[in-house]
């Protein structure tokens, strides 16, 4: 038996198109079906975003806790966290709780607006009109 199984891709390398499972073997007895499968919804996920949805459900939705864990701010946690929603199709995240905008102990306006950038919020236009207004 493999001591790692390697996770497969969601999308094909060569146009892009989603993949099926067209194999499914036992590890123990060799066991093996052919055929067409469907893919699972979280396999498109990396390790990183199954990791941040790991924690989320594990906390029960609480999002600070996704935020501790990830060493980030409140914003980019719930980015983050959406990213991984909405990657996953299932539109809008978990509703609004009203700490959206709170900043993290510490952290200005102005690192509020960079996360958003790097999270993929908000382009670097915006920002800087945010920025320049505050």
Known sequence: MPNHLYHAPADCPVCGEDLIITRKGCLKCGTELAGEFASCTYCALDEAEHEIL????????NLREVEKHLGVSYPTA?????AVVAKLGFGAAVPDDGQQGEPSPGETPQEQILARVAAGEISSE??????AAL
């Open 126 to 131: 915006v920002a800087a009109g945010l920025i």
């Open 54 to 61: 790991k924690v989320f459900l594990t906390s029960r939705g």
């Open 78 to 82: 719930r980015a983050r966290f959406d």
